[in-house]
């Protein structure tokens, strides 16, 4: 049986992820799904020999590289607009008929982002197939036409690798 490959970019990939996209790739994979988190290794370094985790350094053409191997029907997101090759890989990527997810706060909740920069987040919205949020309050910062298309993932870790005393 041939996989079907879901990448998720995660350029940080930060610790406690890690322990969720493993878990992500076990109910995956009942269904026929092999997910790849494909991070910066600019940014972390992911001792792992599961195959899960996959290091590279970030730009288009090792984002291609990456689509051309595995060949995935779907993309998850979590990637910041400040990588610059972000929208245009979202362009190839749309051509290339991939689904792309977009899993975000739908803007930068830390700092208001100028006129031009709330343009790039709804240009990124436009391109994407679907949305993971973290809350419904971030709904308002996502465009009307993508109603439907959201979906709330609520502080998204795996409690079932904590240890409860």
């Known amino acids: 049986m041939s996989r079907n490959y879901i990448i998720l970019f995660d350029q ?9 996209y493993r878990y992500f790739r076990r109910r995956l994979s009942n269904h026929g799904y092999t997910l790849v988190v494909v991070y910066d290794i600019n940014l972390s370094r992911i001792n792992s020999s599961d195959g899960i985790f996959v290091g590279i350094d970030y730009s288009y053409q090792a984002f291609k590289k990456i ?29 290339k008929k991939i689904n792309i997810i977009l899993w975000s706060h739908g803007t930068n909740i830390n700092n208001k982002p ?12 436009r391109l994407s197939t679907a949305f993971i949020l973290y809350t419904e309050d971030q709904e308002k910062y996502f465009i009307k036409s993508s109603d439907g298309r959201r979906f709330i993932a609520r502080n998204t870790l795996n409690f079932i690798d904590f240890i409860i005393p």
Not at 12 to 20: E, F, G, I, K
């Open 67 to 95: 689509i051309n191997r595995y060949r995935p029907k779907t993309i998850i997101q979590f990637v910041w607009l400040k990588y610059k090759f972000l929208i245009p890989f979202m362009v190839w990527a749309n051509f």
């Open 114 to 125: 100028g006129r031009l920069l709330k343009q790039l987040y709804h240009l990124r919205q």
């Open 12 to 20: 940080n990939t930060l610790h406690y992820r890690q322990s969720l």
